[in-house]
């Protein structure tokens, strides 16, 4: 095991990082699998499953290669969690397995892919334990603590550089995740997800989510990021100046500019407009002065990643 940039986040640069697009629409939509409650890390138990996963995660590691950018592969466990991994059948050992597994997979990437001018981050999803838009059932930050302390301390034994709250809908939750990574002397990034108005689905605005939870936690997270929402729904909402808008590093915005509330009734994947969406991202530069880690959510794959990396390189090099 080797934790490479753990006590250095090479992200935590001005330069350009990649991550990929949307790891569960992409293996439904294009590659016809099936995931069970949208857990992709299913597919590792099967070798076909996790050629699959290689074959996606290989795909961006090309694209970084390419543009000669760093990149963050996220690992495959955005549902590797004690109750969604109970309702697919896994035990806590199995599951816990299962997220040292999706790691390993990442380290193999990284073995065949990085390079001096490529650095590839390794990052340990965690989603969260209820619905992704609905905050139904809040848990308190201390039960939010608890229960994402398991797949935490997984990650903590293996090659992950960080962790990645990803699709984090309101604080108390984020609180607690952060306070595991602590626990676990591991970075971690937290990205909220908003709704069509900039909010988060509790109605609370970024801004008031970032510097709660930084309070909280003395400023734990290495950055803040915004995640599964259009562009559009969130531009007016960080057209704001303050510290806050400097600890937002990240976006993985969706494809498309429909709310959560139409994506899940939709039958078809709206995979919008790469071209316009690599547009969108370059704009947002202007108004998130340190936006540098740039990847994709629902309905994007590796055309809006290259997209998004035409329209941003430039910008990096002050072309």
Same mark, same amino acid.
């Given at each position: 095991?080797?934790?490479?940039?753990?006590?250095?986040?090479?992200?935590?640069?001005?330069?350009?990082?990649?991550?990929?697009?949307?790891?569960?629409?992409?293996?439904?939509?294009?590659?016809?699998?099936?995931?069970?409650?949208?857990?992709?890390?299913?597919?590792?138990?099967?070798?076909?499953?996790?050629?699959?996963?290689?074959?996606?995660?290989?795909?961006?590691?090309?694209?970084?290669?390419?543009?000669?950018?760093?990149?963050?592969?996220?690992?495959?466990?955005?549902?590797?969690?004690?109750?969604?991994?109970?309702?697919?059948?896994?035990?806590?050992? %199995?599951? &816990?397995?299962?997220?040292?597994? =999706? @790691?390993?997979?990442?380290? #193999?990437?990284?073995?065949?892919?990085? +390079? !001096? /001018?490529?650095?590839?981050?390794?990052?340990?999803?965690?989603?969260?334990?209820?619905?992704?838009?609905?905050?139904?059932?809040?848990?308190?930050?201390?039960?939010?603590?608890?229960?994402?302390?398991?797949?935490?301390?997984?990650?903590?034994?293996?090659?992950?550089?960080?962790?990645?709250?990803?699709?984090?809908?309101?604080?108390?939750?984020?609180?607690?995740?952060?306070?595991? %990574?602590? &626990?676990?002397?591991?970075?971690? =990034? @937290?990205?909220?997800?908003? #709704?069509?108005?900039?909010?988060?689905? +509790? !109605? /609370?605005?970024?801004?008031?989510?970032?510097?709660?939870?930084?309070?909280?936690?003395?400023?734990?997270?290495?950055?803040?990021?915004?995640?599964?929402?259009?562009?559009?729904?969130?531009?007016?909402?960080?057209?704001?100046?303050?510290?806050?808008?400097?600890?937002?590093?990240?976006?993985?915005?969706?494809?498309?500019?429909?709310?959560?509330?139409?994506?899940?009734?939709?039958?078809?994947?709206?995979?919008?407009?790469?071209?316009?969406?690599?547009?969108?991202?370059?704009?947002?530069?202007?108004?998130?002065?340190?936006?540098?880690?740039?990847?994709?959510?629902?309905?994007?794959?590796?055309?809006?990643?290259?997209?998004?990396?035409?329209?941003?390189?430039?910008?990096?090099?002050?072309?």
């Amino acid at each position: 095991m080797v934790t490479k940039y753990r006590r250095h986040l090479p992200q935590l640069s001005e330069r350009l990082f990649l991550a990929d697009g949307g790891i569960e629409t992409t293996l439904i939509f294009h590659e016809g699998l099936s995931l069970p409650d949208f857990a992709a890390f299913d597919l590792l138990k099967t070798a076909d499953g996790t050629a699959a996963l290689r074959k996606y995660f290989r795909t961006y590691a090309e694209i970084a290669k390419r543009f000669g950018t760093g990149l963050i592969l996220e690992s495959a466990t955005w549902r590797a969690s004690g109750d969604w991994g109970a309702r697919l059948g896994y035990s806590a050992h %199995a599951l &816990a397995d299962a997220n040292r597994q =999706a @790691i390993r997979l990442l380290e #193999e990437i990284r073995e065949e892919s990085e +390079t !001096g /001018e490529s650095p590839i981050v390794i990052s340990g999803c965690v989603g969260p334990r209820g619905d992704g838009y609905v905050p139904k059932f809040a848990m308190s930050e201390t039960d939010a603590e608890r229960y994402h302390r398991d797949q935490v301390q997984a990650f903590a034994g293996t090659a992950a550089d960080m962790i990645s709250a990803i699709t984090m809908n309101y604080v108390a939750e984020a609180v607690g995740i952060v306070r595991a %990574a602590r &626990a676990a002397d591991l970075p971690v =990034a @937290i990205s909220f997800t908003v #709704e069509t108005d900039g909010r988060l689905p +509790t !109605g /609370e605005s970024l801004r008031s989510a970032i510097e709660e939870v930084d309070a909280k936690t003395g400023r734990y997270p290495a950055y803040y990021a915004i995640n599964c929402a259009h562009p559009t729904h969130f531009e007016d909402a960080v057209a704001e100046t303050g510290d806050w808008i400097g600890r937002i590093r990240a976006v993985r915005a969706n494809a498309s500019r429909q709310s959560h509330a139409e994506l899940n009734d939709s039958p078809e994947l709206d995979t919008g407009n790469p071209a316009e969406l690599g547009g969108d991202y370059a704009r947002l530069m202007s108004r998130l002065p340190r936006l540098n880690v740039m990847g994709g959510c629902c309905g994007t794959d590796h055309r809006h990643i290259t997209c998004i990396a035409e329209a941003c390189l430039p910008l990096f090099q002050g072309t």
